[in-house]
């Protein structure tokens, strides 16, 4: 069953138990989802869907940045609520271990030394962190590194 088959289904779930709050996250994913296979011309792929719902999760988590400089702690448990509800749908993220373990393996393969080899790393990283990881925090991460060398 494609991820968004599962959502469909979870909004079905959602319905019928008047969860209110889980149902318009998931219809807001489901939106956002249709809007991305309207402007390919395509049904989505699970990695494609993936990338929509990080797109949703990241631009929550920019919210709540917002709502935290405006102390507006109710708005800002809303959202990590939101977020939980997405993050099931979402692979395990990694942890700040193995993304700093991930990150110098990729920089030794390569052999990259100094910032100025910072997109190459970033390409290798990106494919193997894809939806795994905030690209922020690996860009980074991998800028601290290069820079460090």
Do not use: C, W
């Amino acid at each position: 069953m494609s991820l968004t088959n599962d959502i469909q289904a979870a909004i079905i779930t959602a319905m019928k138990a008047k969860d209110k709050e889980t149902l318009s996250v998931l219809r807001m994913a489901k939106a956002a989802i249709s809007n991305k296979q309207i402007e390919l011309g395509h049904d989505l792929s699970d990695d494609e869907t993936l990338a929509v719902l990080a797109s949703e999760v990241k631009s929550r988590n920019d919210s709540i940045a917002d709502f935290k400089k405006g102390k507006r702690q109710d708005l800002v448990e809303k959202t990590e609520d939101e977020i939980k509800v997405l993050a099931k749908y979402m692979p395990e993220q990694l942890t700040e271990a193995e993304l700093d373990d991930l990150v110098s393996q990729t920089i030794q393969q390569l052999n990259a030394s100094g910032l100025r080899e910072m997109g190459k790393v970033m390409g290798v990283l990106s494919a193997k962190t894809k939806g795994r990881a905030d690209g922020a925090k690996v860009a980074s991460l991998v800028k601290t590194k290069l820079g460090a060398q």
